[in-house]
């Protein structure tokens, strides 16, 4: 029987409470990429690194800072490698992993360069969204990769393996779990260490979440699963809930829930962080995260980017704490 949060098991505001057990729930937090790479205005380079020093500095452990895309398809990342270049150092914040999106192997090779430790190959679950974002069919996406794969593993990288539209797709409309199931078993014998499941367009509901992870479940590990929920029908931390029930224990947000999909039309942010450690201290995990620190975050991001704050407990937060 799942236990939701009460107003009773909602996380202390304490300033003098106990330091967080180490986190039993691992944030992939995307805002620096899935939640600038929409963006129509150009980001200074030194924004984006002060955003990805403000989350490490609140506890986040791994923070995908950008992607090695062609800057033809999505400009805003075409920084990618000066954003390497001015990461943190491990001694500033120890053990943050920073890893990037790599479609290629043209890519990869950039981001070995610049010093990535760790990337992300993406695959979708429909053959349109494949076409419109990575110009290939999925089994072409799929040999595209191996190369990656074999480099990666010669270099020590870990790579992980993301599919896109697992809830449905915006050209194509429903999309099997079934379908989902034989990539994540496909990316996983390749040699990603973990897969994410991302709800593009944030279509999917609870139902459909259970029935997903169900069948998914039947071909891999849940234990080697991530959530990538997008909130755009406001269903992202229902959808949170709903996979850690099913055992997920890897969750993807983007802070103030930043961002979208270029190849998405309508397609809002990731689910928010804040919103997201709000509901997981409820149900008694730990993530390591201090949540005002990331209110903070998200409030200062949100006023550079000149956009409302998509967090509901960061907005909460805030207010409590101006009062
Ligand atoms: C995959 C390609 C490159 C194919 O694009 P293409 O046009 O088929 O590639 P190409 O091999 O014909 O190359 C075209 C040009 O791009 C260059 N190029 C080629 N590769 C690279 C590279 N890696 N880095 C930099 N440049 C590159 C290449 O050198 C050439 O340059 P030109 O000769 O014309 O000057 C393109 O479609 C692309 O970059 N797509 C990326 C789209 C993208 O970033 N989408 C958003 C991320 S995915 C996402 O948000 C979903 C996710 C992960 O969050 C989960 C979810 O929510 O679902």
Redesign the pocket.
């Known amino acids: 029987m799942t236990t939701f949060p009460t107003l009773a098991s909602t996380p202390t505001l304490d300033p003098a409470a106990p330091a967080p057990a180490a986190p039993t729930v691992r944030l992939v937090e ?1 805002g620096p ?2 939640g600038l ?1 929409n963006e129509r205005q150009a980001i200074p380079t030194a924004t984006k690194l002060a955003l990805i020093r403000r989350l490490a500095a609140a506890g986040l452990k791994d923070i995908e800072a950008t ?8 400009p805003q ?1 075409a920084d990618h490698a000066e954003v390497m270049a001015g990461l943190p150092s491990a001694a500033e914040f120890p053990g943050v992993n920073y890893p990037v ?4 192997l ?3 090779e ?1 981001a070995l360069a610049a010093g990535a430790r760790e990337v ?1 190959v ?1 695959a ?1 679950a429909s053959e349109a969204f494949s076409q419109k ?4 069919t999925v089994a072409e996406s799929i040999v ?1 990769f191996e190369p990656i794969l074999a480099a990666a593993q010669a270099a020590g990288v870990r790579v992980r393996g ?5 809830l449905g797709c915006p050209y194509q409309g429903e999309v099997a779990p079934e379908a989902v199931a034989a990539i994540a078993r496909e990316l996983l014998q390749m040699g990603c260490f973990e897969v ?1 499941l ?3 367009i944030g279509i999917g509901t609870p139902a459909g979440v259970q029935r997903l992870i169900g069948t998914v479940g039947e071909q891999v590990q849940v234990t080697r699963l991530a959530g ?1 929920f ?1 909130d755009t029908w406001g269903m992202g931390v229902a959808n949170v809930a709903e996979a850690w029930r099913q055992g997920v224990r890897v969750f ?1 947000s983007s802070v103030a829930g930043l961002g979208g ?4 039309k309508g ?1 809002t942010g ?1 689910v928010a962080t804040e919103d997201l450690v709000w509901l997981l201290h409820g149900l008694g995990e730990s993530t390591g995260v201090d949540l005002e620190a990331l209110a903070a975050c998200g409030e200062w991001i949100c006023a550079e980017l000149g956009r409302p704050n998509g967090s509901r407990a960061g907005r909460a937060l805030r207010a409590r704490c101006a009062a």
């Open positions: 995307v990429r899935d790479q992607a090695f895309v062609s800057p033809k398809w999505v990342m999106l790599t479609p290629n043209k890519g990869f950039a992300a993406f979708a974002n990575i110009n290939c595209r993301y599919i896109s539209c697992v994410s991302g709800d593009t990538h997008h993807d999909c270029p190849y998405a397609a990731n």
